[in-house]
Nanobody, 123 residues
Framework: VQLQASGGGLVQAGASLKLSCAAS????????MAWFRQAPGKEREFVAI????????LYEESVKGRFTISTDNAKNTVYLQMNSLKPDDTAVYFC?????????????????WGQGTLVTVSS
């Protein structure tokens, strides 16, 4: 299975972006898909996760109300709609997939990682 992330770019503060991550390869059956990000000089952090079974979602506190994670199971794709972007949102965004919601806290539980897409928010 390969995860291909896209949609990053350079935007001004307050703008919106929508990231996509499509899974391809052998039958994709992961229960959860998530987004993480890594800012320059910082550790990777969890952003959002969604259950592909019942669309339950969890968000990191700083993105609640601004970011929305969604999934299209028919296309094996997860999206991250990012609104009201701030300079602090600048990071490389990675998508991930795994069997349990625990991937939101433990990176070693992730089965598949995408290659990352850069989001830069200027002030």
């Amino acid at each position: 299975v390969q995860l291909q992330a896209s949609g990053g770019g350079l935007v001004q503060a307050g703008a919106s972006l929508k990231l996509s991550c499509a899974a391809s390869g052998r039958t994709f059956s992961s229960n959860y898909m998530a987004w993480f990000r890594q800012a320059p000089g910082k550790e990777r952090e969890f952003v959002a996760i969604i259950s592909r079974n019942d669309d339950t979602t969890l968000y990191e506190e700083s993105v609640k109300g601004r970011f929305t994670i969604s999934t299209d199971n028919a296309k094996n794709t997860v999206y991250l709609q990012m609104n009201s972007l701030k300079p602090d949102d600048t990071a490389v965004y990675f998508c991930a997939a795994g069997a349990t919601v625990g991937i939101s806290r433990y990176g070693n539980l992730v089965d598949f990682w995408g290659q990352g897409t850069l989001v830069t928010v200027s002030s």
